[in-house]
């Protein structure tokens, strides 16, 4: 059997509490046949819409009352990580309890450390937060230092920069758990941003690092065999959405690199899972990715649907 580390998509989880509670227990469903297998199963997910939703509350709620105090970002993605987590974890727990499985599910508040001198910090382009008129973005950049930015028309947000991971401060509890057979959720929505100070120091930085780079590192830090990157698609396809359009089943790295450089791939979507599955690939003999939907997960481990990215 594998070991296997699973980055959930966005259409896993929902826009709202509510609406949460329901989709996590279908996302629960392919987790546990992947369990049930036999599989050692390890989770990450995003948190585009919760740590918005976060950061959007403690934000209108200080412009409306100066006493309320704001919340760092930060401290945002870390409730994010608790609040999925929580609903993720019972979820999990209690589809495997219907199936006689006894396994403990966990989620682990993880800091993914980042360089002070990535690129990103030059250029944030990641957009968070609500829109503002134009007054009231230049009056946030004078009160509170955001960067903030026009935004395809619908008004102006805060952007933060993107950078890649290098470490995970939890990787050791992580990893124990594993290895005991737990089922661990961590790194949800990239895990906090986190830089290592000259003295050891930890402190946490207003960016978002992409979930499928903060999964690709956790699972070569867990030495895993298989990446799987759950999205909306079965498959990738070349000409996507065009008459043309045209399924891939497996893939080598030097295709992928080749389809890359000829555009196929959208830079704010499907781009960033492709290079973080052939990033996994390279990084040890034998390891392979696979991309498909999350309802497709067992099939796929089996080869019969979505896409994988080998080697050669």
Known sequence: MSKVMIALGGNALGNNPKEQVELVRQTARPIADLIEEGHTVVVAHGNGPQVGMINLSFQTANLSDSKVPEMPFPECGAMSEGYIGYHLQNAVRNELADRGIDKAVGTIITQVVVDKDDDAFKNPTKPIGGFYSEEEAKSLESEKGYIMVEDSGRGYRRVVPSPKPVDIVEIDIIRDMVDKGHVVIAVGGGGIPTLRKNDGQLVGVAAVIDKDFASEKLAEMLDCDILFILTAVETISLDFGK?????????????????IEEGHFAPGSMLPKVIAAMDFVKSKDGRQSI????????????GETGTRIISS
């Open 243 to 259: 008459s043309s359009q045209k399924e891939l089943k497996t893939i080598t790295l030097d295709e992928a690199k080749t389809y």
């Open 291 to 302: 991309i498909t939907s999350l309802e497709k997960a067992k099939e796929a481990i089996h």
